[in-house]
């Protein structure tokens, strides 16, 4: 079984594009907190996630940095050769489902 879920917030926008063959896809970076141990902030774990079709519209349309979401949805790995010759790989979660956790965050008008 290849399931993961994940609960983060987004480090940045989100990247969408039209690939060659007309699919939509959207790749997010999410940071997804590490359990606290013994009161200490450990950080982040910082996570790519690639999401198609429908679900990729959807979120670079409602989708910014800062937001909360949930994903689930598989890992990948992959590996490829740079064009210096040196070894590449990445690990990637395949969006399955994107949840939007928070509502959009509205600016204020400053006050005259």
Known sequence: MNTINLIGRLTKDPDYRVTDN????????????????????????FITVVAFGAQARSTSEYLTKGREVGITGRLEY??????DGSKRSTHEVIAE????????????????
């Open 22 to 45: 007309g699919t939509d896809l959207c790749k997010l970076r999410l940071a997804v907190p590490r359990r606290k141990v013994h009161g200490e902030d450990p950080g982040a774990v």
């Open 78 to 83: 992959s590996e490829w050769t740079a064009d």
């Open 97 to 112: 489902d994107v949840q939007f956790l928070d509502r959009p965050r509205v600016e204020e008008p400053l006050a005259s």
